[in-house]
């Protein structure tokens, strides 16, 4: 069995939240448009993690867990042109962009702020902290993955 990873994957809560994953159970990850991103989930496996993060949101911040539940297939919305994500330079034969399914793992009982991902010297490295990181989806080290969940489980301001 191959090595679980560990990733990261920005979404806005208004547009989809953590709350919605887990009233959906599972959704595919619709609409990358980076090609950073991409080749990413492309080196998705089905058991990975992922930390689902708030962004664009005040504060944004790590808010669950996600587990990729479907490795990288052609981003459907890349070929309707009525879609914000339709690529006419895509086509069914030669697919620029991908998606992969996340199911629900859990919601964090407390949502760790990017502030205090910043503040923690155990988080040091972690793209999503770094200054200009806007990648929507990127690696993250098995360590930072467990540090963020212990983070989610202590009571605010506690440290």
């Known amino acids: 069995m191959a090595t679980i990873q ?49 962004s664009n949101a005040k504060p944004p911040g790590a808010a669950g867990i996600a587990r990729i539940a479907r490795v990288a297939y052609p981003d459907s919305t890349q070929f309707d042109s009525s879609s914000k994500y339709y690529d006419p330079k895509s086509t069914p034969d030669k697919p620029r962009w991908s998606m992969v399914d996340v199911a629900f793992v859990e919601k964090f009982s407390r949502m760790v702020p990017l502030a205090e991902l910043k503040s923690d010297p155990e988080l040091e490295g972690m793209r999503v902290i770094q200054k200009g990181s806007r990648l929507s989806v990127q690696p993250v080290e098995k360590s930072h993955f467990e540090r963020v969940i212990a983070l989610s489980k202590l009571s605010r301001g506690a440290g």
């Open 6 to 54: 560990y990733w990261l994957m920005k979404s806005e809560p208004d547009v989809y939240s953590i709350d919605d994953l887990k009233r959906d159970k599972r959704e595919c990850w619709e609409g990358v448009r980076n090609f950073q991103a991409r080749n990413f989930m492309r080196g998705m496996q089905v058991g990975d993690l992922a930390i689902f993060y708030h």
